[in-house]
């Protein structure tokens, strides 16, 4: 399968008043065209930060990155200038934002909003650029598109101010899309409408996905590959029925068993006890020790080593490791 994205080592640190924190420590993925990777976790593990350095949107001071490379097309974006950023920003590689209400101006028509993007990247004359952008409102499903235009966000409903950030993403047809928290406002319905959505899109288009989310219900629904993050890693990655079906950390098998399942009797959740390590300084072994209940000795001395257990499972975990089960045979 042909690379669109590699991010390898990456790492993002915010220098503040009380230290540094370290909010991503060693992210290392690919994406591959016309699949959907997703990148699951809870909140503060480091998944926006992560994404949000795909497209450089990193506040600089106090955000930095340290370490590591994100390339696309053959260039290391943490390397190229701001100007040239802008230029990829829209055209090559988009972000739909959590929250519409905000990411949308609101003393600006859509249609503007949209058409702006349009002229920007494309350089095309502003009839063509309507055009385009009435092809757009149809194709994520916005009713009466050419008097839509018109309208204000305020004018629209959550769920139909989603579509428009959708088409405002997609309008210059990127190679990559991310979706940060892309339904969590919407109702079920709607967020289910969105889900379709964006699979119709990509079966159109080919685009590239990374959903950024701690809804591992949507997760099941469009990914085609998981990464699950914790304290700025990813402790586990894996394809959708291998993550689900075959977890191997701990920790993504206690996600799973914290989801809402219909099919048993007893509805009572089962919570991940404890609290995410402090990131300003990171504990040396296993982030996970003290909140595990196989945790060993060696997991609070020092940080496994990556386990693959298929071409695309991987894990970070000593109950995994070779080396750890022949020492505890001892």
């Given at each position: 399968?042909?690379?669109?994205?590699?991010?390898?080592?990456?790492?993002?640190?915010?220098?503040?008043?009380?230290?540094?924190?370290?909010?991503?420590?060693?992210?290392?993925?690919?994406?591959?065209?016309?699949?959907?990777?997703?990148?699951?976790?809870?909140?503060?593990?480091?998944?926006?930060?992560?994404?949000?350095?795909?497209?450089?949107?990193i506040?600089?001071?106090?955000?930095?990155?340290?370490?590591?490379?994100?390339?696309?097309?053959?260039?290391?974006?943490?390397?190229?200038?701001?100007?040239?950023?802008?230029?990829?920003?829209?055209?090559?590689?988009?972000?739909?934002?959590?929250?519409?209400?905000?990411?949308?101006?609101?003393?600006?028509?859509?249609?503007e909003?949209?058409?702006?993007?349009i002229?920007?990247?494309?350089?095309?004359?502003?009839?063509?650029?309507?055009?385009?952008?009435?092809?757009?409102?149809?194709?994520?499903?916005?009713?009466?598109?050419?008097?839509?235009?018109?309208?204000?966000p305020?004018?629209?409903?959550g769920?139909?101010?989603?579509?428009?950030?959708?088409?405002?993403?997609?309008?210059?047809?990127?190679?990559?899309?991310?979706?940060?928290?892309?339904?969590?406002?919407?109702?079920?319905?709607?967020?289910?409408?969105?889900?379709?959505?964006?699979?119709?899109?990509q079966?159109?288009?080919?685009?590239?996905?990374?959903l950024?989310?701690?809804?591992?219900?949507?997760?099941?629904?469009?990914?085609d590959?998981?990464?699950?993050?914790?304290?700025?890693?990813?402790?586990?990655?894996?394809?959708?029925?291998?993550?689900?079906?075959?977890?191997?950390?701990?920790?993504?098998?206690?996600?799973?068993?914290?989801?809402?399942?219909?099919?048993?009797?007893?509805?009572?959740?089962?919570?991940?006890?404890?609290?995410?390590?402090?990131?300003?300084?990171?504990?040396?072994?296993?982030?996970?020790?003290?909140?595990?209940?196989h945790?060993?000795?060696?997991?609070?001395?020092?940080?496994?080593?990556?386990?693959?257990?298929?071409?695309?499972?991987?894990?970070?975990?000593?109950?995994q490791?070779?080396?750890?089960?022949?020492?505890?045979?001892?």
């Open positions: 399968m042909e690379k669109t994205l590699e991010v390898k080592d990456l790492h993002v640190a915010f220098s503040t008043y009380g230290g540094e924190i370290k909010a991503v420590r060693g992210v290392s993925f690919d994406l591959y065209k016309g699949e959907t990777l997703a990148i699951v976790g809870e909140s503060g593990c480091g998944k926006s930060v992560t994404s949000q350095s795909i497209m450089r949107l506040p600089s001071p106090p955000g930095k990155i340290t370490n590591g490379s994100i390339l696309f097309k053959g260039r290391d974006l943490t390397k190229v200038k701001e100007s040239e950023m802008r230029e990829l920003r829209g055209a090559d590689i988009s972000m739909i934002f959590q929250d519409p209400m905000t990411a949308l101006n609101p003393t600006i028509t859509v249609g909003q949209i058409i702006e993007a002229i920007q990247h494309e350089g095309i004359s502003r009839k063509n650029a309507k055009e385009q952008a009435l092809d757009m409102l149809k194709l994520v499903g916005i009713p009466n598109p050419k008097e839509r235009l018109k309208h204000y305020h004018q629209f409903s769920g139909m101010r989603q579509r428009i950030m959708i088409a405002m993403a997609l309008v210059c047809e990127p190679e990559v899309l991310i979706a940060d928290e892309p339904t969590t406002a919407l109702d079920v319905t709607i967020q289910a409408q969105i889900l379709d959505l964006f699979k119709e899109i079966m159109k288009t080919g685009v590239s996905i990374i950024i989310t701690h809804d591992l219900g949507v997760v099941a629904q469009v990914a590959r998981v990464a699950v993050m914790y304290a700025g890693k990813i402790v586990e990655a894996g394809t959708r029925r291998e993550i689900f079906y075959n977890p191997q950390h701990p920790y993504t098998k206690g996600l799973l068993n914290s989801v809402p399942r219909l099919d048993l009797e007893d509805d009572e959740l089962i919570p991940i006890m404890g609290s995410p390590p402090d990131l300003f300084s990171p504990p040396a072994g296993c982030p996970f020790t003290a909140r595990c209940e945790a060993m000795e060696v997991c609070s001395r020092a940080y496994p080593f990556q386990t693959r257990l298929t071409q695309e499972h991987h894990v970070e975990c000593w109950l490791d070779e080396r750890a089960k022949a020492l505890l045979a001892r």
